[in-house]
């Protein structure tokens, strides 16, 4: 059965979850979540999917995941692809997880500012 991802196209989350999907070749499918229509806010959805009430979600074979971030590094490991982070010892993980805040902390913020700014904002 292929895993699932619950999320909207227009969101740089779910994308960076698409986007891994695609970079590992691997067949999905895809369930709209309409946040404009308050569905992610939903007692149920956040009961049984994202307690804060967000997207995307990652369904597989029984395991349920939230936050892009975590969903992408469970897939790489999973599948064993160059995408994971490395396993060859702790200094060769710690650069990667300070790579990784790195983007997370300065990179990504100013460009989803931008995105929202180029995009949504017109």
Do not use: N, W
């Amino acid at each position: 059965m292929a895993p699932t991802v619950l999320g909207i196209v227009a969101s740089t989350r779910t994308q960076r979850v698409l986007l891994t999907l695609e970079e590992l070749g691997i067949e999905y499918d895809f369930k709209v979540v309409d946040l404009s229509k308050g569905q992610h806010h939903d007692p149920e959805y956040v009961r049984d999917h994202h307690p804060f009430a967000k997207v995307p979600v990652f369904q597989d074979d029984g395991v349920e995941i939230f936050e892009s971030r975590a969903i992408a590094r469970y897939l790489a490991v999973k599948h064993k692809s160059h995408l994971a982070p490395p396993s060859d010892g702790p200094e060769a993980l710690a650069v990667f997880e300070q790579a990784a805040s790195v983007e997370y902390a300065y990179f990504e913020p100013a460009v989803s500012a931008l995105g929202f700014e180029l995009i949504f904002k017109k």
